[in-house]
């Protein structure tokens, strides 16, 4: 599927409203090309059924990130769905400026990240349901009656996401070693039930990237660094790995390391590691391991 959208003020400022938009996109692509209606999907016994997010991976370049984006840019979006069978999806999403890149999204030139004028978006979905009325927890497997999904091409094996997945979960980040000497940061986060959740009251998708993005302003503070600084940073790559859901009264620890990139490059800017692990009551809920371009200050702080 190809479109072409115009950013609004909806979609753009906080990554979290633009990643948002992406997830709309997915539903939109799954529901035009798998016979089902993602936002209004039901299972067997005919109760609601929900395409939740499982893994979402951003990259970016210096040339178009998240951040970039503001009002009235044109961007040319082109997706594609793979099969996973029934009770699971992956969608690419390939996004650059209107006028950019165009034609089929092949999974080799996807995967080699090599426009720099395209930000590569990859979302691993599964068909989830409530395990119990009224609770977040205890999400269980559960995909539509009328999910097609036989006609799906399959992702070549090299690029299939469950690996990459499979060892965050087990060892609480996406990289393959971490490194010594990390600088740690620990916060707690209240789930906000006015703006954290969605309209069927899960926590939304998008709003994991928002707490990212909140304990990593605070951890800048703790730093020393400002606020300037933060709305200045580039977002190159951006895992995250969603282990499970959290209810409205929920108290989130959010456990950071950082770490210098070890291939950082650029006079006056540095790249960072950044690897967060958020738990809800000691359950794990999500991993994200982040690659920050901080770039240097030019302009004065705030």
Known sequence: MTRTE???????????????????????????????????????????????????????SRDLHVNALTFGDELAVTSRLFGFGSESVLALHRIGRAGGRTGELDPDRF?????PGCIYVETFNRWISR?????????VK???VDFRHEHLPTLPGAYSPRKVYGHARSTGTFLAHKPDDPVTFTADYPVEPSRDLNGVGLL????????????????????????????RRVVLDQRLCYLGNANADSVLRLRLECWPAPDGEGEGEDEEIV???????????????????????????A
């Open 6 to 60: 115009v950013v609004k003020p909806g979609m753009c400022g906080p990554s979290s409203l633009f990643m948002g938009e992406v997830g709309d996109w997915t539903w939109d692509t799954v529901s035009a090309l798998c016979g089902t209606n993602a936002f209004d999907a039901r299972n067997a016994a005919g109760d609601p059924t929900y395409l939740s997010f499982y893994y979402f991976h951003v990259r970016g």
């Open 111 to 115: 995967y080699a990240f090599d426009d």
């Open 131 to 139: 395990g119990a009325p009224g609770s977040n927890e205890g999400l």
């Open 142 to 144: 559960s995909s539509p």
């Open 204 to 231: 939304y998708f998008a709003s994991y990237f928002a707490i990212v993005d909140w304990v990593l302003l605070r951890f800048w503070r703790h730093r020393g660094l400002g606020v300037a600084d933060f709305l």
């Open 275 to 301: 690897n967060l692990v958020m738990e809800d009551r000691g359950r794990v809920i999500a991993v994200s391991t982040l690659r920050v371009l901080r770039r240097g200050d030019t302009d004065g702080d």
